[in-house]
């Protein structure tokens, strides 16, 4: 008769195809994160909005209606419609004359978050480091 080898049972374990799968994980998330944090800062008020003390001479108001068509009205001037090449070209005139230019931003209550987002994203791109949304006190909202 022979002798049967009996196999002990392995108490170790192979952790080689776990490294490569963490390392490939590692990797999509090392390309994806900058991907991931793009976007438009706002500063939104944590409060209560109060009336601003504001230069009409120095403020600029941006707006975007219902159709995303653009205006623009500088200081005490007229709102004129613009297009987004002039809506970046002449707020980058008007900081380049006034740097500490006020710009509001203001959209009707009905038109889409992206058209305003679209609007907040020209004025970044423009160079505006700060901007002010407009909005109605609460007595004349009914």
Do not use: C, W
Not at 29 to 38: A, N, V
Not at 41 to 59: C, I, R, S
Not at 96 to 123: C, F, H, Q, R, W
């Amino acid at each position: 008769m022979s002798k049967r080898h009996k196999r002990k049972p392995m108490a170790e374990i192979n952790v080689v195809p776990y490294i490569d799968v963490m390392m490939v994980l590692l990797v999509i998330f090392m390309i994806s994160q900058p991907l991931l944090t793009q976007g438009v800062k706002v500063e939104l008020p944590q409060a209560e909005t109060e009336t601003l003390d504001l230069d009409p001479a120095d403020t600029l108001i941006a707006k975007v209606n219902l159709d995303g068509e653009y205006f623009l009205t500088i200081g005490s001037g007229e709102e004129r419609s613009v297009t987004t090449t002039e809506l970046i070209e002449q707020v980058q005139a008007q900081l380049t004359i006034n740097p500490k230019s006020s710009i509001l931003v203001a959209g009707d209550e009905k038109t889409e978050y992206k058209l305003v987002m679209n609007l907040l994203a020209l004025l970044n791109n423009a160079g505006v480091p700060k901007v002010g949304l407009m909005t109605r006190p609460l007595e004349e909202i009914k």
